[in-house]
């Protein structure tokens, strides 16, 4: 069974930095795309950046030169560095995979979320 596992979400100050992280674990046979959405109270869940298999990533305009994806294949993790911490980033994170599991075909999978909560 294919889990994915977040770790990092919390409360911040405006102008604060966290560092996001998630975890596939289980039986995978390939990891390719990898990403972070939100979602904030009464809004539409959002990407906010993903990142390739070969490192090539996008960002939300909204977040662009403040946070920073990236990945360890090796350990099938990615990070999500959020710096300069604004209100309007308050949501829950979830990651997102899409892989291979053995036994299955390829789909999408998500993790439970972390809260990530920005006073001003």
């Known amino acids: 069974q294919v889990q994915l596992v977040e770790s990092g979400g919390g409360l911040v100050q405006a102008g604060g930095s966290l560092r996001l992280s998630c975890a596939a674990s289980?039986?995978?046979?390939?990891?390719?795309?990898m990403g972070w959405y939100r979602q904030a109270p009464g809004k539409q869940r959002e990407l906010v950046a993903a990142?390739?298999?070969?490192?090539?990533?996008n960002y939300a305009d909204s977040v662009k030169g403040r946070f920073t994806i990236s990945r360890d294949n090796a350990k099938n993790t990615v990070y999500l560095q959020m710096k300069v911490l604004k209100p309007e980033d308050t949501a829950v994170y979830f990651c997102?995979?899409?892989?291979?599991?053995?036994?299955?075909?390829?789909?999408?999978?998500w993790g439970q979320g972390t809260q990530v909560t920005v006073s001003s």
């Open positions: 997102n995979a899409y892989l291979n599991p053995k036994g299955w075909g390829p789909r999408d999978y």
């Open positions: 289980g039986s995978i046979l390939s990891l390719s795309t």
């Open positions: 990142i390739t298999g070969g490192g090539s990533a």
